[in-house]
């Protein structure tokens, strides 16, 4: 069976993802085990420059207008038929706005299967062995890879993106791209972030609520610590589809990266599309009334006692230290 | 313009979750399901552009624990047709299987508008509106947090990482993956829920089980890290005091 590895490059405005980087972390792993060439997969337009750092046995790029911005529809087109042609072992894709948008659809039109929440590969007596993190983060599932060709969508959490960086530009072969039929959508803009009155990205000192806060009213107590700390509020997902928080203080998937000295979590479970953004986080520490909750598995400190009675005393005990500095 | 939304039932996270003797998944017997959330904001979507510009929405849900609050509350939101898919599902099935009768009562009656959560939880195989859009060769966005409707198009807005989006205009019928409604979840009364009860009628549609084109099988088990946090114990006075020192000591105060 083919044991060669194809990775979808994720880039977007002039900037490879780092998502790109975790699964060409993965992809060297396994393919030296596996015996396997590792093949990156670069689509695009007057993109080449963006495969200089890539770590792969080799780079395939696809240059053409239609692939000047992302398209699912365009990518499907691409790689439909290196995927029919080439029946790589294992393709991965980013498990992301940009990855999971193509995996899925491949999967039901090529009849090919595709495991999701991806964390790690690994071969074990030849045979190609996965690790998704499911439920929340709280239960993972080890399986094995069908063959002969299977999809997977890759989280961040285990390959560090360094490790996908080369210091040598790999090989490069251009491919001809099809004749790609018009696609049914169509980029009109990109629409830039808003910019809060803070960037979250840049602060030192973060207290972070999640659903655990309750209500909008609570946000005081977080607001209050906050100021103790000298820090600033952010947030989970829920918080800011409730409007309770702008979108400028999300910190997830779709929110921002952070890497503060301290990341105070109040409240929140840690989802994997919470995480992913905390990971570079110097400290953690989390108060959560679930033992269970998967942000425990991140923390370096933790406490089940309820914040709402938590959070007062400690705010107290901050401004207790600041006036007896002060005077 | 008909807009349907296909809704899963997830394990709720707030239970423990056990895992079968097997190891092969969770124990059904300690499981309660409820409504994925993204599904939720795809209802509220749904709901809100018929709102807007009249439409005709149908939810669908599989017929295990839990659909019939899902499809009942649905309706006290305003959607006008209530589908249960009913058949021997018993074992459950993955997204592929899911995705697949979806199509096949798609392909029936079609759709302009297909809304469904971006992910859930549980989705071991892939989200179902991509898989669902690759079976009706669809076009599909997914992270989808704003939607506007002209008579053959759609204007989304899709959520990039870094609080970047996109404007993508979208020829219908398409099927949209929801990170986020345009407003927040509405809460809806229980005298409600129960007057829908009483009115709303709902559909069920007995389907044969479609196997999944390739079943991904393994073993399951709690996810407990090595490296996991040192909890720190006592009374509110004493974890506040070393809440503190532990700040000292890291050089945040």
Redesign the interface.
Known sequence: MNQDIFILIEH?RGQV?DISYVMLAAGRALAHAADGRVTAILLGHNSQALANELTADQVWYMDHPSLADFN??IYQQALEPLLTQHAPRLMLFGD??IG??V???????L???????CRSISTQDGTLKFV?????????????L?GPTALA?MMPGVYKPEAGHSAQPPHITLLEAPAFTE????????????IGDVDISKEA?LVAVGRGIQNEDNLQLAQELADA?GGVVCSS?PVV???WLP??R?VG?????VKP??YLALGI?G?PEHVEAIADA??I??VNS???A?I??????????DLF??VP??TE??QQ?SSAVAH | MKIVVPVKLV?D??E??V?NDQGTG?DPMWLRYKLNELDE?AIEQAVLLKERAGAHVTVIALDIDGADDALFTASAKGVDQLVKLCGDFEQGLNN?AL?GLIAKLLRQAPADLVLTGV?A???????L???????L?L?????VSGVSLSNDSA?V???????????????LP?VL?I???ER??SYIAFSRIRQAMKTATLKEQFLPQVPP??Q??????????G??????QGD??T???R??E??RE????
Do not use: W
């Not at chain 1, 995996?103 to 039109?109: N, T, W």
């Open positions: 977007l993802a699912p529809e992301t706005s999971a948008e995996a899925g659809p491949l999967s039901s039109r009849g090919l299967p595709l495991v999701s929440y998704s993190q499911v439920c929340g983060g709280k239960i993972l599932f080890e399986g094995e069908p969508t696609p049914r959508l169509r980029l009109r803009r990109y629409i830039e972030p808003e000192m700390l997902r589809d409730q409007g979108a400028s999300l998937k779709s929110g921002k990266h000295k301290l479970s989802a110097e400290m520490v989390a679930d033992p269970d998967p425990f598995n991140l923390a370096k400190y933790g406490s089940t006692l009675e938590l005393v400690l005990q901050l230290i | 394990p996270l707030v423990e979750l895992i969770l904001h592929h995705a992910q939880h549980n989705d071991l195989d892939g989200a509106g991509a898989l669902l859009a690759g079976f060769k076009p599909y966005v997914g992270y204007l807005r899709k959520e990039y990482p870094g609080g970047l989006m996109a404007e993508i205009e979208v020829s398409a993956g990170q986020a409604a927040p979840l084109a390739v991904v099988v393994g073993r399951m088990y709690k996810s407990e890290s490296a996991r946090a040192m909890m720190l509110v006075d974890v506040a005091a809440l503190v532990i700040f890291a050089g945040v105060l």
